[in-house]
């Protein structure tokens, strides 16, 4: 379908395109459009905006990436579809490898997601098929199958698009988790050591460009920023950008 870019939606319809692409090659499990939906609902009442919270987790969430010893990006259907060559440049950036980890898991699926990542500029991808012998200790789902040299042994591990359960066992399994995740309510945001709530296609290009500039500071401010980051704290500092947003619609201030 053709998005004329004059279209006052024409972003949001694009990313739904995008989806519904992915989701007739194969990488995107119709379940996957049905959590676009709720992501979408929870990004338009923050405005579709990278709010000041989303801004402090970024920063907060690229610092543990590059103190982490073993930091491992998993990626899942919605990821591969929409942010695959973002994916694939945050991780060079900041030395981390690239795991496939799906909940609606189907090796055919693994090796299409790998394929994609591949095809823009992955060298390894972890997590495919046999590859993923491991398990995430408690996790019962098919996202507790993990490769060995990948979140199997990570430190960091982030986690954009999550269903709750994975972020919850890798914090008990002593990981430090990274969620991207539009909804500050959710367990997974709830339960990860940063979370950013914003739009995963903002969220990994800041990542990005967050990552290029810590990169030069020394590993002490590093640390200082990821210790003095209260995740709790900083979800109702979100929660509050979405309250702030709406009054200015019910104060009638908003068109
Ligand atoms: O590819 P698979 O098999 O691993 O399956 C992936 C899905 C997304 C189907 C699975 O992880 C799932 O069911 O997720 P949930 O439980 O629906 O949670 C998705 C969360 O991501 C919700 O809180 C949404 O608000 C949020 N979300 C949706 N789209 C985005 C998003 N957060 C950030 N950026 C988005 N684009």
New binding site residues.
Partial sequence: MIIPKSHPRYQSLR?REELVRGASRGL??P??L???G???A??YILGEQTTRAARRATEAAAALLLIADKPVMSV???TAA?VPKEMVKLARSAGARVEV?????STS?EEKIARVLEKNGAEHVYGVGRKASARIPGLKSL?GRVDPSGIGSADVVLV?????DRATMLRRAGRKVIA????PL?R?SRAASVTIV????R?IPNMIREVARLKKKPRERLLQLVNEFDNEENLNLSVKDIMSYLNKWSDGKKK
């Fill in positions: 990313t995107v499990v379940q996957g049905i959590a676009h709720r992501g979408e929870f990004d899942n259907g919605n929409l980890n799906l909940f609606h898991r699926r996202r954009p698009l999550e269903d709750g991207i995740d539009l909804n959710s997974t914003d739009n995963a296609t969220a």
